[in-house]
């Protein structure tokens, strides 16, 4: 074998066929060979090229046939593809130049409510993460205390409630797998999942889980961006840590890398308005699952917009926004679109869809249907008002009174702290807390998302709500939904 097909056979999947693939390939390097070479024929024979044009040609066949490492033979090229990967990027503004090469990051002690903002983008961002569901992993030794709640008045409480939830959680595992045995449920889940979906109620937010981020560079970069505008410790730590990482393979991108301040001050007037027009006001729901259909592009806007801010049923924010006049919807509009230069995206309010279903479920739920990012998602705070899911293996079990009394516990501790530190009141919530939220989504996205989550070896909580939903649609529409399958009802 010759050295250039020495070198074509570690890098590509064939050197002589049309179609073929790349591999091993540094980061930097796929990167740009996405972005440069890609513009031009005979890419493979290209890639020789660049070898032998920056130096590295002979050093790579030399590793390559003793079998050592490639870094230090790939480096010139690997710098000179950074160079000009940054230079198209930032001098040219040519963000297509990050979309060639994938970086994934993975974070080992992340607590589960951190997972709402890392998990909150459009695709091609992807996530993985650690499963509450199969085997009994957590305790008092895996969960994130975060430091501005450990040193207020709440630290020594928040710690208490949590221990002693996860106590529960613990010896509750006995108790209901008796039960599911005893109960012998027909064709449910396995005996140790339905014990386990039942358990994961009492879990906090604050255990950790373990994500894998993954993404192209430009998603990496903007998903960044975003999640440095966080106002959360934990999450501010992630981001730095994984950027210091990142920096070690795609520098070209994430040495200079900042929080969008324009982002910072929306947020911040946004969070303002809310205040302005809603106070801290909550307002209960009468229906765990309501549907609004085909409402005004205007109005489903300034709603959306406005209500991740208050804590009020969709209803009612449609109702001050019905009753807004010119200068208060100028003034909602203004302060989401606040520092939108450099053809910077519009916020998420803006993409209206014409199925909006308003739903309240304990968090265990929410984190099961946040996961269909084909849909728009908006989310409001926890409170400790909305109370607490009572999982149907814990109703009328030995361990009942138990839980009730652990989880009014946990509601009294997340409404405190949110009515002193806001958003916090998740750092000390359970996954059985409730959460209030809206799916909005097209006829096909419905279809899609009730469908599946309806199947039989889904948690029996979520397979109930996307059920109403099949139902509420039909009812709104027989022709348009008609086709929707109810596999819960099978």
Not at 444 to 453: F, P, S
């Amino acid at each position: 074998m010759g050295d250039e097909e020495l070198i074509l056979e570690r890098f590509f999947t064939n050197s002589e066929k049309p179609v073929f693939a790349l591999r091993q390939m540094p980061p930097a390097v796929q990167s740009y060979f996405y972005m440069g070479v890609s513009r031009f024929p005979e890419m493979r024979e290209r890639f020789v090229k660049m070898l032998k044009s920056k130096g590295c040609f002979e050093a790579v066949v030399k590793a390559l046939k003793q079998g050592n490492g490639l870094e230090e033979a790939l480096k010139p090229l690997a710098e000179f593809s950074a160079e000009k990967n940054a230079q198209i990027y930032f001098e040219f503004g040519h963000k297509s130049a990050a979309e060639g090469s994938s970086i994934f990051f993975v974070s080992e002690k992340n607590p589960l409510y951190a997972t709402e903002v890392q998990q909150d983008f459009h695709f091609p961002m992807t996530t993985m993460e650690f499963s509450t569901r199969y085997a009994k992993k957590f305790s008092k030794d895996r969960v994130y205390y975060d430091p501005v709640l450990m040193k207020s008045e709440f630290g020594e409480e928040a710690k208490k409630a949590i221990e002693e939830n996860l106590e529960l959680y613990e010896r509750g595992f006995d108790v209901l797998m008796q039960r599911v045995r005893e109960g012998r449920e027909k064709g449910e889940l396995p005996e140790k999942v339905s014990a386990l979906d039942s358990l994961r109620a009492l879990i906090p937010l604050a255990a950790h889980t373990s994500v894998i981020l993954g993404g192209n560079t430009r998603s990496v970069v903007d998903q960044f961006r975003k999640l440095l505008v966080c106002n959360d410790s934990f999450v501010q730590d992630y981001t730095k840590a994984c950027i210091e990482e990142a920096n070690k393979l795609m520098p070209e991108y994430f040495k200079e890398l900042k929080a969008d301040e324009a982002v910072i001050e929306r947020e911040k007037r946004l969070r303002s308005l809310g205040e302005e027009l809603f106070g801290k006001k909550f307002s209960p729901v009468n229906e765990d699952v309501k549907m609004f259909f085909e409402l005004g592009t205007e109005e489903a806007a300034l709603a959306q917009i406005l209500y991740p801010y208050c804590s009020l049923p969709l209803e009612e924010v449609l109702g001050k926004v019905n009753g807004f006049g010119e200068k208060e919807k100028k003034e909602v509009f203004e302060a989401a679109t606040k520092g939108r230069e450099n053809r910077t995206n519009p916020i998420r309010g803006f993409e209206t869809r014409p199925i909006v279903f308003e739903i309240e479920s304990g968090w265990f739920l929410w984190k099961d249907f946040k996961r269909n990012r084909m849909n728009l998602r908006f989310q409001q705070e926890m409170r400790g008002l909305a109370g607490f899911e009572v999982p149907e293996l814990i109703a009328g079990s030995e361990i009942e009174k138990e839980y009730t009394v652990a989880m009014e516990k946990t509601s009294d501790l997340v409404e405190k702290v949110f009515e002193k530190f806001g958003a916090l009141s998740k750092a000390v919530a359970a996954q059985g807390s409730r959460k209030r939220y809206l799916l909005c989504m097209g006829a096909r996205q419905l279809t899609v998302l009730t469908e599946l989550r309806t199947c039989g070896e889904g948690d029996k909580g979520y397979r109930r709500i996307a059920s109403r939903m099949i139902e509420l649609a039909k009812e709104e529409n027989p022709r348009l939904f008609g086709h929707v399958k109810d596999n819960f009802k099978k």
